[in-house]
């Protein structure tokens, strides 16, 4: 990824991304991967076959890599082949070298944790989004028959808190304390006190709740039992846990027909909605926090309406799909197409079809019928490990944009932890590495503006021009990045030397340049990029278009996406349109845009009014360049982009008629 994609050999076709062929590339340097590239080019549609399919790593690797690779070099080609594929191989590659177990996801137990803790350790839950503890550890407290009381601190809440610590330390009980990241300064004193106390009850837990904060004390976490309660990922592991937190007696509560598959659905439901949250803006436009405690009220309900139903008539469908969609679940959506969503998966799964053997949420995924805990839990497990987006209502799509992002955390979590002093083994040093990188940086990165230069030839196109007053501003901040990168990287170079001292700034350049990434200076005064090499590529490309525009020729297409100020550029188009327009008002001038059919290689001359502009992507549709619309996107393919569009304006005007104004 800090290969420049001007310095290596062209792809072989166009659908392999820029990131795969730098990846491919990169692989290059380990023995089993020299010949990839050549590979690859001679037989692109075999690759572009083996790519295409759902789960390439269950797929036979092209070209014989297959039984020539071990798990791990496995690995290596589908991160550099499908990211969206990491994790699945990485499950794969540790439960081959510890085993299965080390690759299932864990249910919390806490009355296994409650086991192995003493009075004098604090139990600190690390919250997450949608996994409050609150109601399993009441419901643990009141299985054990301990007192469990609960302060939910903030403001004010330190002098109850003590009060009840006292209380219980002295006779027993659990103390919960909720959202502790509200009372830091509280913490050490509370510690101070459980570890110090002359006497403390056997029967006396100190539960904790807090959300991962900076300043939480680091003696406090150090002293404690840690545990968090994420939601677990999958629909398997959603309803595990959903089904380990139901007893036997809510079970057979009661004997009407319908209430075991009505406790599944809303268990299903349950898992949908938290499940939908990782899918980020594509699952729900606003994350909400649905928990345990939106589950347990939705039995309860469910529960209520069954013991009051007459028999005769049945279950009111309107009455349950409203308390789910409006109330239970629906109470939290404040987004009105989340509100639709919510109220449409109520509406298709709890109808009185539900009941019938041919019902199912989606292929593959039915009501079972089961009379005891341990059916269900054996049904649960026979559900798949990973599912399929389309059982949550979205686009196949959306896991290869949900599994890119994690296994871009999971890296970027991998290379933050690795050490950062120097190598003393055979190879280069990381400053070696970076000092030659430097050095190749230098040689490329543009020479600096004149401002002399560049003011004489804003003059010269017209100084008062809104287009030119845009230009001026771009250049100037372009001359930022070029300045700011120059310093860093010569600055650098001399602290790799010992000439300077290597500060706090020149640091974070090393180590982030080393791992491919851009140095936090330089994304100040920038852009966001997901490389180095891609970084700065784009700066290469973006001066590129400044000093054709400034030194050469006003561009015929625009980059539109490559200025510091895309709604600048906009606003400057409008200025100048309108004041070639006597009589137009700024206020009355819109935009109009219109997609062609040319990419900006074919365009030949700028519009005779308005401008050509590309770089713009669709994200969730494809583009059917021939009839101009929007279609289905294809698998695999996040993002489409558009070919040149042509903005243009119009002037909007006031149109009376009959003493009734109407805006057109």
């Known amino acids: 990824a800090a290969l420049d994609l001007n310095a290596v050999d062209p792809k072989p076709a166009a659908w392999i991304l820029d990131i795969t062929w730098l ?22 549609s075999l690759w572009k076959k083996w790519f295409d399919t759902d789960q390439p790593e269950e797929e036979e690797i092209p070209n014989g890599y297959d039984q020539s690779l071990d798990i791990f070099r496995k690995l290596l080609m589908i991160r550099a082949w499908c990211p969206d594929r990491i994790i699945p191989q990485a499950r794969k590659y540790i439960s081959s070298s510890l085993g299965p177990r080390y690759a299932e996801a864990v249910i919390l137990n806490l009355d296994a944790m409650w086991k192995e803790s003493v009075p004098r350790v604090p ?12 109601n399993n550890i009441e419901s643990l407290a009141k299985s054990k028959g301990v007192e469990c009381r609960s302060i939910s601190m903030g403001q004010g809440q330190e002098v109850h808190a003590r009060r009840l610590l006292q209380a219980f330390m002295a006779n027993g009980g659990w103390v919960l304390l909720q959202n502790c990241h509200l009372a830091l300064p509280f913490l050490d004193e509370l510690l101070q006190t459980v570890t110090t106390a002359a006497e403390s009850n056997d029967e006396f837990r100190l539960w904790i709740t807090t959300e991962v904060h900076l300043k939480f004390p680091i003696n406090f976490l150090q002293s404690s039992i840690k545990f968090t309660n994420e939601p677990p990922q999958g629909l398997k592991a959603g309803l595990k846990r959903t089904y380990a937190s139901i007893t036997k007696e809510q ?30 803006p594509l699952g729900w436009n606003i994350p909400y926090e649905f928990n345990q405690a939106d589950f347990t009220a939705t039995v309860q309900f469910v529960q209520n309406h069954l013991d009051d139903m007459e028999p005769k008539r049945g279950v009111s469908w309107s009455t349950v799909c409203y308390m789910i969609g409006e109330v239970q679940y ?36 039915i009501i079972p019928e089961c009379r005891s805990l341990q059916a269900y839990h054996n049904y649960i497990d026979t559900l798949p ?12 799509n959306a896991d290869v944009s949900y599994q890119s992002k994690v296994a871009k955390e999971v890296l970027s979590t991998i290379l933050n932890i690795q050490p950062k002093d120097s190598g003393t083994g055979v190879g280069e040093t990381r400053e070696s590495v ?18 002399h230069e560049v003011k004489a030839r804003v003059v010269k196109y017209g100084h008062l021009a809104p287009m030119n007053i845009f230009l001026k501003q771009e250049i100037d901040r372009m001359q930022r990045v070029i300045s700011r990168v120059r310093i860093t990287l010569k600055e650098l170079k001399l602290a790799i030397e010992g000439t300077i001292i290597m500060n706090e700034n020149l640091r974070d350049a090393l180590d982030n340049m080393y791992d491919a990434r851009v140095p936090s200076v330089w994304l100040r005064v920038s852009w966001d990029s997901s490389t180095l090499g891609f970084w700065f590529t784009e700066l290469l490309e973006r001066n590129a278009q400044f000093n054709t525009w400034i030194f050469t020729a006003r561009p015929k297409v625009f980059w539109m996406t490559g200025f510091f100020n895309p709604q600048g550029f906009l606003t400057a188009m409008r200025q100048e349109v309108t004041r070639a327009h006597k009589g137009w008002a700024l206020d009355s001038v819109v935009l109009f845009n219109e997609v062609q059919k040319n990419y900006k290689d074919d365009v030949n001359s700028a519009p005779a009014e308005g401008v050509y502009v590309h770089g713009l992507f669709l994200d969730g549709a494809g583009w ?14 996040l993002f489409v982009p558009l070919p040149v569009k042509a903005r243009k304006q119009r002037c909007t005007c006031v149109l009376y ?6 805006q057109t």
């Open 434 to 451: 970076v000092y030659r990188l430097a050095n190749e940086m230098l040689e490329k990165l543009p020479n600096d503006y004149n401002p």
């Open 624 to 637: 059917d360049r021939r009839n101009s619309k929007l279609t289905e996107q294809s698998p695999k393919v």
């Open 330 to 365: 629906g109470g939290r959506v404040t987004d009105d197409f989340d509100k639709i969503l919510l109220n449409t998966c109520a509406r298709v799964w709890f109808r009185e079809e539900m009941f019938s053997k041919s019902f199912c949420f989606f292929k593959g995924y």
């Open 657 to 662: 008629i009959r003493n009734h104004a109407a």
């Open 23 to 44: 990846n491919i590339i990169s692989l290059v340097k380990i023995s089993q991967f020299t010949d990839l590239p050549s590979k690859v080019s001679e037989r692109p």
């Open 251 to 280: 079970l057979d509560i009661t004997s009407v027909s319908q209430w075991k598959p009505m406790l599944y659905a809303v268990a299903f439901l349950h898992s949908v909605v938290q499940e939908r949250r990782k899918f980020g």
């Open 123 to 134: 139990i600190v839950c690390l919250l997450s989004m949608g996994s409050d503890p609150t």
């Open 385 to 396: 490990l990973s599912d399929t987006p389309e059982v949550f209502g979205l686009h196949p």
